[in-house]
């Protein structure tokens, strides 16, 4: 099991990883992965019912490769997902995928922490983070605030003031 923050993996799935270089090859390796580490999980995840005909780790690599992808909606995942009949011939519907997913959410957490051990990228020293600066809180001179002149003076009359605010 995934005990300890650690996943016990195979010397077979760590070189594997090195070897992807398409997209059907990460799909089969992250369903690997999934399916391995759910079989593991299968006794905390007791489903009622007859077998669905996408199983859960169908539906987590669906969504764990989706979001490597960028498909960030879920009507824009399927979709792609059905540019792809031959990974995953049992599509959900919408609602039911997005039933099932939630579900799922716990051990969707703890396959990412094994999918990131498994790629050595969770223990990368270094690392780039593509962000845009955000303004959060902008400037703004009380009118009439005996503080005004002094602001003014040293030339930051107009800094916070946007034009288009009335």
Not at 24 to 33: A, M, S
Request: glycine share 8%.
């Amino acid at each position: 099991m995934y005990a300890g923050g650690s996943y016990n993996a195979s010397q077979a799935h760590r070189r594997f990883a090195r070897m992807i270089d398409n997209f059907d090859d990460f799909c089969l390796w992250t369903y690997v992965v999934v399916d391995d580490l759910l079989l593991k999980l299968a006794p905390w995840l007791g489903r009622p019912g007859p077998a669905p005909a996408c199983s859960d780790s169908e539906v987590l690599t669906l969504a764990i490769v989706g979001e490597c992808r960028g498909w960030d909606r879920e009507t824009d995942l399927l979709r792609h997902w059905a540019e792809h009949p031959g990974l995953f011939p049992h599509l959900p519907s919408q609602s039911r995928f997005n039933r099932r997913r939630r579900d799922l959410a716990g051990a969707c957490n703890l396959v990412r922490r094994a999918m990131l051990e498994l790629l050595d990228l969770a223990a990368d020293r270094q690392c780039a983070i593509d962000s845009l600066p955000v303004p959060v809180m902008a400037f703004h001179l009380v009118p009439g605030s005996a503080a005004t002149d002094d602001w003014k003076a040293a030339g930051a009359g107009t800094r916070g003031r946007v034009s288009s605010a009335r």
